[in-house]
């Protein structure tokens, strides 16, 4: 009965594979921030078998709404389908249609290392280079935190790797279209209708 | 005025000019039935909660207005489940309230708690749960326009028991304001007039027309297409009345079992001008060999069923009479001449072959044993009134029904389409007599189907709502029993059911009905006459039918329609 918070959930439905491949594409969806509305997005992509690769949410600045992003994976569906259909979702005011060529994008990693005397110097240096933040700091392990493309996080835990990477967590994706250099922004948004 | 909860909510059905309730009260509604016992509106109290819903539904499709249906919490939401779905899957308005436990007991298993919104949130347009009295005027009058505009379809308002009993300041909301809610009902000017071009260019093309013709209002507009144009029109199971049987260019119904010249002529089309129709699996047959060779016009108000299932050349969202009337100026429009070269003859020639060659027909003689069920439903059809509407439950029957009664006019067929929900006929058809009482209302219904909601004939007596049943008893779950027949080698399993267990004539006398057995041909028209001079109860007359007949034609599960079986009359197929 709560209303959707701010969250940030990764999921991975079936059919969700961690290669960002181009069946991959973004939705941007502006609901109304109201009780049950991210158990009827989840039940509508259930129910029609559509995938979830990942989804995040969160309020927007007008406290009346609430933003998902959603990547949806393209193999099962075609995108305008699963858009038509969350448009018959009361609560679902816009949706925003993002190719990941024209987005900017963001996510979010946290990754338990493990780190002693010999590695520790290494690892931070990578992390200097990532830009990475060291969130805390134990006697054998470090966590970092580090927001950037999904490819740069790809990377990223790549070379982390080799340190022993002992946890990770990552955000679903966030996006926006990109910036329209002759003014305004890009995206397709679609309007309502029935 | 401070009103609690249930008055708000019941002043706010008066408010919708709602004349009628189907339900059943229990704990967490019993605060809502107290005002009904004040109100002007009817309640009808049925004997099982999917009674309620249906008889929403069957009033629904006869009106055009939303039905409305009452139940408790827990045991009977989930009752009302499978009319929800059936109503979301034929797009019929209703909305259903349900009793709910107090807000604070939510979540705790308290007894008689159900996830009501969550277990319906995919078969209805949208549900609410009220939190507070003071949003139930609003809720009702969202509710009200969410099930009505648009597609339309079944919601659902979850009324917790603390709520009915809160105090609120009474107030109804002028207007509603669902930002998320927007249909479109006025086709694209510029795909309207790509469409009149495209059927002008057509050679054999088809008016696919579907149950949203009815749902819209469209059955003249369509005449008026179908007149200027001469084009042939084939009526989905759902559009069954929504264009005349009787008119020279209505070819009736497609599909599964569709007669030969409406699944042939969709078949070898060249261009569909399909209406408020979906292309359900039960009409498309293998979907990789349908119309293969047809362009497709799609008119639809749900945007998401253009192009889900067929491709279409030009999709055009919006409502289905305002595009036909916008069509049909755009016909007139084009060059001079256009219309004149637009030449069908070719086509309804073809088409006239078809109908000549491969007719629907039964064995008239009636080798087997008991009568032809075609036989009962053709004397059925042409004894009863101008207007009569009909309902039916899910099988055989069904089949038969659709294929040998005469459909003339829209909102006169009451049938389970799309969820193919047995036991549909009695409870819609009770709903439907409710909704139209100067029509005379028929249902004819299976055995195993009468089976499954016959108690609210109970209802029927106790109400004095005369509904007729013509109960097809063929001893058989039939339509199960013709795939097993036709497709297992005759290795019939658990679908046997008897002919005299239950005693239905005495069944039905037990539930407050008159009722007649009929088992030879002479006998089947006096009965019927009997029954219709019958208006204080209702009537129920088992027809004792041939066990063995099928329903022909027949397109095979997941073949082709060029596969069609003609049966047995034509020399082919079992
Ligand atoms: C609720 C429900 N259960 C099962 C089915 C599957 N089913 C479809 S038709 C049919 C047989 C119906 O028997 P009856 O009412 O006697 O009609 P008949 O086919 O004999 O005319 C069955 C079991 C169904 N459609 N609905
Ligand atoms: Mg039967």
Redesign the interface.
């Known amino acids: 009965?709560t209303n959707v918070g701010p969250a940030v959930v990764p999921m991975s439905l079936p059919g969700g594979r961690s290669a960002r491949g181009l069946s991959h594409h973004v939705l941007s969806v502006l609901?109304?921030n109201r009780?049950?509305v991210l158990?009827?997005v989840a039940?509508?992509f259930s129910?029609r078998g559509y995938n979830i690769y990942s989804l995040a949410v969160a309020p927007t600045d007008d406290e009346r709404f609430s933003r998902l992003t959603v990547v949806v994976d393209l193999e099962s569906t075609p995108l305008?389908?699963i858009t038509?259909?969350l448009?018959?979702?009361?609560?679902?005011?816009k949706i925003t249609e993002i190719d990941p060529a024209d987005a900017v994008e963001q996510e979010l990693l946290l990754a338990v290392v493990a780190a002693d005397v010999s590695s520790r110097g290494q690892i931070l240096e990578l992390a200097g280079i990532f830009g990475a933040k060291v969130l805390d700091v134990g006697l054998e392990r470090l966590t970092l935190a580090l927001a950037d493309t999904p490819e740069k996080l790809d990377g990223f835990t790549e070379l982390i790797k080799v340190f022993g990477l002992i946890e990770v967590q990552r955000s679903g994706r966030v996006a926006l279209a990109k910036l329209n250099r002759g003014g305004g922004r890009g995206g397709v948004s679609r309007?309502?209708?029935? | 005025m401070k009103l609690t909860g249930a008055q708000a909510l019941i002043k706010s059905l008066e408010m919708q000019g709602v004349e009628v309730i189907f339900g059943l009260p229990g704990g967490a509604i019993l605060p809502v039935y107290d005002p009904i016992i004040d109100s002007p509106i009817r309640h009808i109290l049925v004997r099982h909660e999917q009674g309620a819903g249906h008889m929403a539904e069957g009033y629904a499709q006869v009106t055009n207005r939303p039905g409305v249906a009452m139940v408790t919490s827990g045991p009977a939401a989930t009752n009302i489940v499978t009319p929800l779905a059936n109503a979301y899957m034929d797009s019929t308005p209703m909305v259903v309230i349900t009793g709910q436990v107090a807000t604070s007991s939510i979540g705790t298993d308290a007894f008689q708690e159900a996830d009501t919104t969550g277990i319906t949130m995919s078969i209805t347009k949208h549900n609410w749960l009220i939190t507070d009295a003071s949003e139930v005027p609003e809720v009702v009058a969202e509710a009200f326009h969410v099930a009505t505009a648009g597609r339309p379809g079944p919601v659902l308002i979850d009324m917790p028991k603390d709520v009915s009993n809160q105090m609120m300041d009474w107030y109804w909301p002028e207007a509603v304001d669902l930002p998320g809610f927007k249909p479109t009902t006025k086709g694209h000017p510029r795909s309207i007039q790509a469409a009149a071009r495209m059927i002008k260019e057509s050679k054999r093309p088809v008016l696919y027309v579907g149950g949203g013709v009815i749902r819209s209002g469209a059955s003249s507009a369509l005449l008026a297409l179908a007149e200027k144009t001469g084009i042939p029109v084939v009526t989905t199971l759902m559009a069954r009345g929504a264009f005349p049987d009787s008119h020279p260019l209505c070819l009736g119904m497609p599909g599964m079992h569709g007669n030969y010249t409406a699944v042939t002529a969709m078949q070898k089309s060249d261009l569909l001008i399909t209406l408020g129709a979906r292309f359900d699996d039960r009409v498309t047959g293998k979907l990789a060999g349908f119309a293969p060779e047809a362009k497709v016009i799609h008119v639809d108000i749900d945007p998401a069923e253009l192009s889900k299932i067929r491709q279409a050349d030009i999709p055009i969202v919006g409502d289905v009479r305002s595009v036909i009337e916008d069509l049909i100026e755009a016909l007139d429009k084009g060059e001079a001449g256009e219309m004149a070269q637009f030449d069908l003859a070719p086509w309804i020639s073809q088409i006239r072959d078809w109908q000549k060659r491969f007719p629907l027909t039964y064995d008239r003689e009636g080798s087997g044993s008991g009568l032809k069920p075609q036989y009962v439903i053709e004397t059925l059809s042409s004894l009863t009134p101008e207007g009569t509407i009909l309902a039916s439950g899910v099988g055989q029957h069904q089949m038969w029904a659709s294929q040998y009664w005469r459909f003339e006019h829209p909102n006169a067929w009451v049938n389970s389409g799309g969820l193919g929900t047995m036991g549909y006929a009695v409870p819609a058809s009770i709903g439907a007599k409710v909704g139209r009482p100067d029509k005379m209302v028929w249902a004819v219904d299976g055995d195993g189907c009468f089976q499954m909601t016959a108690q609210e004939l109970v209802t029927a007596s106790a109400e004095r709502i005369p509904v007729k049943i013509a109960l097809l008893n063929n001893a058989y779950l039939g339509m199960v029993r013709q795939w097993q027949e036709m497709f297992y080698d005759q290795r019939y399993s658990e679908v046997y059911l008897s002919p005299d267990l239950p005693d239905y004539v005495k069944w039905a006398e037990a539930m407050g009905c008159v009722a007649l057995r009929v088992e030879s041909p002479e006998e089947v028209a006096p009965a019927i006459e009997k029954a219709n001079d019958i208006n204080d109860r209702p009537v129920v007359i088992e027809f004792r039918i041939d066990s063995g007949e099928k329903v022909y034609p027949m397109v095979p599960a997941g073949a082709t329609n060029d596969e069609i079986v003609l049966g047995p009359m034509f020399g082919g197929g079992q």
Request: no cysteine.
């Open positions: 009965m609901v109304e009780a049950g158990a009827r039940q509508l129910r305008e389908q038509k259909q448009h018959k979702l009361i609560n679902v005011i309007g309502k209708a029935s």
